[in-house]
């Protein structure tokens, strides 16, 4: 059975300053797909960030990096200048491939910027 | 933009009740999913559809069941509600075929059972 964990449930960073969130995942699958949902506080969750398996380098999107180490089972999510509109519950997420799109879920971290 | 809409915010039933709660979705998506989130348990999935009148348990499927008689609509039915399906419900939706295709969610309903 796959399997994602989210280690910290909640963390706190100051505004401006860098922030990671960890996920490790387990799965025997060699082709797959891992994600970073953002869900603000009442609002809709949306897609920050994905990265497929087979590619080696690690995704960017603006502020927002992963740290993929696909041996160890790793990938976590890098925020750079936080600000105040990152506060929001974040999820690591994994797809594999072929499998009806799915999505398997981490337990989440809450993570909240401080001016 | 992508639009996935639920037919409520929040909702109040009375154990044994039936409950239904809607989704619908304006992009034409083919994929269709159910997902319960609890804190610290994260999403889970109950139900999920890949078609038109098709479904396909998901993780959680027992005391829920689904129905989707036209695309863009995919409803998720609690039989008997009971305590413990107080819960947020959220619907999400994805084209069918590319690998890796983005989910999109709707702004979810959150449910308490009495």
């Known amino acids: 059975a796959q399997t994602v964990t989210q280690s910290q449930p909640e963390m706190s960073v100051q505004e401006a300053e860098t922030v990671t969130l960890s996920c490790t995942y387990d799965?025997?699958?060699?082709?797959?797909?891992l994600f970073w949902y953002k869900q603000p506080p009442s609002r809709q969750m949306i897609l920050v960030i994905r990265?497929?398996?087979?590619?080696?380098q690690n995704a960017t999107e603006n502020r927002f990096s992963v740290n993929f180490q696909k041996a160890a089972k790793s990938f976590s999510l890098k925020i750079s200048d936080s600000q105040l509109g990152d506060t929001a519950m974040y999820f690591c997420a994994f797809m594999i491939y072929n499998q009806g799109g799915k999505l398997i879920f981490g337990q989440g971290t809450e993570l909240s910027v401080k001016p | 933009d992508v639009k996935v809409t639920q037919s409520s915010r929040y909702l109040v039933k009375r154990t044994g009740e039936k409950v239904f709660l809607e989704c619908v979705q304006d992009m034409d998506h083919e994929n269709m999913f159910w997902y319960r989130q609890d804190p610290g348990l994260g999403l889970r999935l109950i139900y999920f559809s890949y078609d038109v009148k098709m479904k396909e348990k998901g993780d959680i499927p027992e005391g829920y069941s689904v129905s989707r008689e036209k695309k863009e609509r995919f409803s998720l039915i609690l039989e008997s509600a009971s305590t413990n399906q107080t819960s947020m419900y959220l619907c999400?939706?994805?084209?069918?075929?590319?690998?890796?295709?983005?989910?999109?969610f709707g702004p979810g309903t959150r449910l308490l059972v009495l």
């Open positions: 799965t025997s699958e060699n082709n797959y797909y």
């Open positions: 999400a939706s994805s084209l069918l075929g590319r690998p890796g295709e983005t989910q999109y």
């Open positions: 990265q497929e398996a087979y590619k080696q």
